[in-house]
């Protein structure tokens, strides 16, 4: 399959598709953290051809939509609608299979309700982070490795200057999982 990971600069859903034997490659406005095919820039340069894409699994920002950031919502209104426009773009693209992720946001008050929430802790890490899958024409994805743990790792990084990439990474446990589940 062609699969489009949008909006990743980690490369790690990328790798896990590729690594299941798929033709997958990332795009996003940042470079890529990993050597691989990656598309530095816009998403809609890479749909000109998006019949061509079998998938797209999207990881649009939330730093506008997530509910983790609700103390600021009265004073963020334009960039929230800005944010809700682009995430109405990617649930509206004709591709046969469609994940868009995000963190419990508001996406699904303002747009529709996630299909299925997932934590890092059904997929082999130890850690808490509620992650909305939205999915079209694709299964929920089936725990692979329960762990025991809970620990709220990802709320509680450090500030820092790239605390915000960090915390934006998907788990390799859950990347693997779509992978191997819907590749």
């Given at each position: 399959?062609?699969?489009?990971?949008?909006?990743?600069?980690?490369?790690?859903?990328?790798?896990?598709?590729?690594?299941?034997?798929?033709?997958?490659?990332?795009?996003?406005?940042?470079?890529?953290?990993?050597?691989?095919?990656?598309?530095?820039?816009?998403?809609?340069?890479?749909?000109?051809?998006?019949?061509?894409?079998?998938?797209?699994?999207?990881?649009?920002?939330?730093t506008h939509l997530a509910v983790s950031g609700a103390r600021w919502f009265k004073d963020k209104k334009e960039e929230q609608e800005k944010a809700l426009r682009f995430v109405g773009?990617?649930?509206?693209?004709?591709?046969?299979?469609?994940?868009?992720?995000?963190?419990?946001?508001?996406?699904?008050?303002?747009?529709?309700?996630?299909?299925?929430?997932?934590?890092?802790?059904?997929?082999?890490?130890?850690?808490?982070?509620?992650?909305?899958?939205?999915?079209?024409?694709?299964?929920?994805?089936?725990?692979?490795?329960?762990?025991?743990?809970?620990?709220?790792?990802?709320?509680?990084?450090?500030?820092?200057?790239?605390?915000?990439?960090?915390?934006?990474?998907?788990?390799?446990?859950?990347?693997?999982?779509?992978?191997?589940?819907?590749?």
């Amino acid at each position: 399959m062609r699969i489009l990971v949008a909006c990743e600069y980690s490369g790690i859903v990328r790798d896990a598709f590729i690594a299941k034997g798929h033709d997958a490659m990332s795009c996003d406005l940042l470079p890529t953290d990993k050597p691989g095919p990656h598309y530095q820039g816009d998403i809609k340069d890479c749909l000109v051809d998006y019949p061509l894409w079998d998938m797209v699994i999207a990881h649009p920002p939330c730093t506008h939509l997530a509910v983790s950031g609700a103390r600021w919502f009265k004073d963020k209104k334009e960039e929230q609608e800005k944010a809700l426009r682009f995430v109405g773009f990617l649930m509206g693209l004709p591709v046969k299979h469609l994940c868009i992720e995000n963190p419990i946001s508001i996406i699904s008050t303002k747009l529709r309700k996630p299909d299925q929430i997932i934590q890092p802790w059904m997929f082999g890490h130890g850690e808490t982070k509620a992650t909305c899958l939205w999915l079209y024409n694709l299964p929920k994805l089936i725990p692979t490795n329960i762990v025991e743990g809970r620990e709220h790792r990802i709320h509680k990084m450090p500030p820092g200057p790239d605390r915000w990439k960090e915390r934006s990474k998907t788990f390799p446990g859950i990347a693997n999982a779509m992978a191997e589940q819907w590749g």
